[in-house]
């Protein structure tokens, strides 16, 4: 194995890891909480210096990078220096984008039973995700840099610029969990496997944790710190 090959199956492996351990959700924003770094996930900000953190104290060259949900500047991931080709890592999705996209090649992955596939024209990564044989046009990656600075200004004003998020008028929250992925929308938990596909309905605000604590079996500490 090459040390380019080696490197990436590392930062993979990372990515993996993340989507395992930090789920992505938007309850600092519904509760009214402040974010709590490196450790209970978040939105895509959240999520991508956390995983920035982690890759840079292993040694890797990961920079923050924007990308374009709807034509919106809204989104935040990671730029992955590895030998001479550059690599996006989208670590802040709420979907499972557990590969990295390379800057000069088109790529096509499945996992849970769903597919991510990307085009590339001039300057543009666009990322497109099929689940339930609907496919989706999920992002749009300008792979030129942009300053880290500013990236940070914006993230630290992000829910107070007035910008309308996809995932601002309902709860998310998902996460790999074993062998399948979960993703709850609003009322509906989502349950995708390899051969499988099932939804659990009816999910409110008030059953809430004991639903992200048996199914996501997430840390009951998160809802002590949200509702203190």
């Not at 040694?59 to 992955?80: C, P, Q, S, W």
């Not at 991510?116 to 300057?123: G, W």
């Not at 004991?210 to 199914?215: G, N, P, Q």
């Amino acid at each position: 194995m090459s040390r380019c090959t080696s490197e990436i199956a590392s930062i993979e492996a990372l990515l993996l890891k993340h989507y395992k351990k930090e789920p992505f959700h938007n309850l600092y924003l519904f509760y009214g909480k402040k974010p709590i770094p490196n450790k209970y996930g978040g939105t895509c900000s959240d999520k991508t210096l956390s995983f920035i953190d982690e890759a840079r104290s292993l040694g890797f060259k990961v920079n923050l990078h924007t990308g374009y949900i709807d034509g919106k500047e809204v989104h935040r991931l990671a730029r992955v220096q590895i030998g001479n080709r550059t690599y996006f890592a989208d670590i802040g999705n709420g979907w499972p984008a557990i590969k990295l996209y390379p800057e000069d090649e088109e790529i096509l992955y499945s996992c849970f039973g769903m597919t991510f596939h990307t085009k590339i024209s001039m300057n543009k990564i666009s990322v497109f995700h099929t689940r339930n044989g609907r496919e989706h046009l999920q992002l749009v990656i300008d792979t030129r840099p942009r300053c880290e600075k500013e990236i940070i200004k914006d993230i630290n004003k992000r829910f107070t610029s007035g910008i309308n998020y996809p995932f601002s008028n309902s709860i998310r929250f998902s996460l790999i969990v074993n062998n399948k992925f979960l993703f709850l929308r609003g009322e509906c938990l989502e349950i995708y496997s390899s051969d499988d596909y099932m939804t659990l309905d009816g999910i409110k605000k008030d059953n809430l944790s004991s639903i992200i604590v048996d199914k996501f079996k997430f840390k009951s500490s998160l809802f002590e710190y949200l509702l203190s």
